[in-house]
């Protein structure tokens, strides 16, 4: 699969946000530069060699900018991941306002793969992890769906 467009972005690639630390001269070469289509690199992660298919993943939807695919330890009867093809986001708080729309192309992802598969009517949730209070564990931004029974509340534990 060609990704010859996937590409790292963080907030620090914006220059107009100089108010943030110098980027060292590592992070600013990954920043600007393709990711290989082949081997880890310092900005690939798990998702990225999925992606790839260079390791097996239980692919179940892909668009020409989302990859929608199982997750290894659901939590939910449906637990689906939906990444962004061509860019990898690290975590939401890296999103750029003019990734706005690819957002949106991971929230319409996971409706039309729920209503597809039959359970929109009965409902799902979402989720976007975010760093370490959220439990984030692959720094590849991914929307979580989660389905297939009622799925109890969400939160702080214990609540
Ligand atoms: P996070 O905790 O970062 O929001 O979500 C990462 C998710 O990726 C977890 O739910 C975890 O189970 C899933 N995951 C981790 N490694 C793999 C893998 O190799 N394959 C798949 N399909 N999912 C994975």
């Given at each position: 699969m060609a990704l010859a467009g996937f590409v790292c972005s963080t907030r620090?690639?914006?220059?107009?946000?100089?108010?943030?630390?110098p980027m060292s001269p590592a992070r600013h070469y990954a920043s600007t530069h393709p990711i290989p289509d082949r081997a880890m690199t310092q900005n690939d992660t798990l998702f990225g060699k999925i992606l790839r298919r260079e390791i097996p993943a239980t692919i179940v939807y892909e668009d020409d900018e989302v990859l929608g695919f199982k997750d290894?330890?659901?939590?939910?009867p449906v637990h689906v991941l939906f990444i962004p093809k061509h860019v990898l986001i690290p975590?939401?708080?890296?999103?750029?306002?003019?990734?706005a729309a690819l957002v949106g192309k991971l929230v319409l992802a996971a409706a039309e793969y729920a209503r597809r598969e039959g359970f929109a009517q009965e409902g799902y949730r979402v989720v976007i992890n975010c760093r370490e209070h959220a439990g984030q564990t692959v720094f590849h931004l991914h929307l979580h769906l989660l389905a297939g029974a009622p799925l109890g509340h969400f939160g702080v534990p214990g609540r």
């Open positions: 620090h690639r914006d220059s107009r946000r100089s108010h943030k630390a290894i330890a659901p939590q939910a975590t939401m708080d890296d999103l750029l306002p003019e990734q």
